[in-house]
């Protein structure tokens, strides 16, 4: 069984440049969601795919915007990039039908995102 | 407004002696809690969880005590060994939310 896949592992962009980032879910898990890790700081909720429709959104602007494939990998795409961007950034993948939740999503290594 | 509070930002202790990782949350509407482990230059790994529920989870040498009139978790490990090693994060999650609300973590040394 794989895990949870995130590439690049490091990323070096220009402030107002666009990234992408992306991700493989674990085998058979149908949800995915991202998380954003500043450093000092604990994982904060980007947002969620359910059978590539959006599922839930936390406190980011909307140039931050993400996609799920019918093979359920994933990607995160953030426009405009600003210094604050700079971050882990972290994928996570369930399988209980969108309520993952509780049961303890998988996460991928994460993407290291530096802007400057 | 941070909804989950992870107050000690380390802990050490002694191999074969109690770790003790501390949580607060504010949202009482928080209706599950679980605790991921996370090494340097890897994602976060699944530790235990607790539903509001309950207020013991046990999992071999972890378990999860939640004081709900108190809004406070905490995660006992027992005995600590060295590879416990980690940054250790609180989380909590609402019933029909998918979103998951993380402290700051605790970076717990275990020594030899």
């Known amino acids: 069984e794989t895990g949870v896949t995130q590439s690049p592992t490091h990323l070096i962009k220009t402030r107002g440049q666009q990234v992408t980032l992306r991700c493989s879910s674990q085998?058979?898990?149908?949800?995915v969601s991202w998380y954003q890790q500043a450093l000092g700081q604990g994982p904060q909720f980007i947002f969620q795919y359910y059978r590539e429709e959006e599922n839930g959104r936390g406190n980011f602007p909307p140039r931050f915007s993400g996609l799920q494939f019918p093979n359920y990998s994933s990607e995160l795409n953030v426009n405009a990039l600003e210094l604050d961007d700079s971050a882990l950034y972290l994928c996570?993948?369930?399988?209980?039908?969108?309520?993952?939740?509780?049961?303890?999503?998988?996460f991928g290594s994460g993407t290291r995102l530096t802007v400057v | 407004d941070q909804q989950v509070k992870q107050n000690s930002p380390s802990l050490s202790v002694q191999e074969g002696r109690i770790s003790i990782l501390n949580c607060d949350y504010t949202n009482s509407m928080f209706d599950y809690f679980l605790w991921y482990k996370k090494y340097p230059a890897e994602g976060p790994t699944f530790l235990i969880s607790i539903s509001s529920i309950k207020d013991k989870n046990e999992d071999g040498r972890f378990t999860v005590f939640l004081n709900k009139s108190a809004k406070h978790l905490s995660l006992h490990i027992v005995p600590s060994q060295p590879g416990d090693s980690a940054v250790y994060f609180c989380?909590?999650?609402?019933?029909?939310?998918?979103?998951?609300?993380f402290g700051k973590g605790t970076k717990l040394t275990v020594n030899p």
């Open positions: 996570a993948s369930s399988s209980v039908g969108g309520s993952g939740g509780s049961y303890g999503y998988t």
């Open positions: 085998s058979g898990h149908n949800t």
């Open positions: 989380a909590a999650g609402q019933g029909g939310s998918e979103k998951l609300v």
